[in-house]
């Protein structure tokens, strides 16, 4: 199967846009309820260091694609953990 660059283009974009979707409504869901106890810390970071080790392949390729695709994936991650651990130390404080 053969695609031109722009339908490659295109296809590479519609990944991005589901993949990367996926992540708003976890931090939107966190954001309101202040809690992230069903979100694993450990699938954050294992997200986290594949999203890195695809932004090395794309740089190396030069692909804009997965490189954006990667930060991005990156940033949501880190977001989601970040939350994650502010409101896990808000409620220890608070338990205590």
Do not use: H
């Amino acid at each position: 199967m053969y695609l031109d660059d722009f339908t490659l283009g295109i296809v590479a974009i519609l990944a991005g846009i589901l993949i990367l979707s996926g992540w708003i409504p976890q931090i939107i869901k966190g954001y309101k309820a202040k809690r992230l106890n069903d979100v694993s810390s450990y699938l954050m970071i294992c997200v986290f260091a594949g999203a890195v080790l695809w932004l090395v392949y794309g740089i190396e390729i030069e692909d804009i694609y997965i490189i954006g695709v990667n930060v991005a994936a990156m940033f949501l991650t880190m977001t989601v953990l970040c939350m994650k651990l502010k409101y896990e130390r808000k409620y220890k404080s608070i338990e205590k």
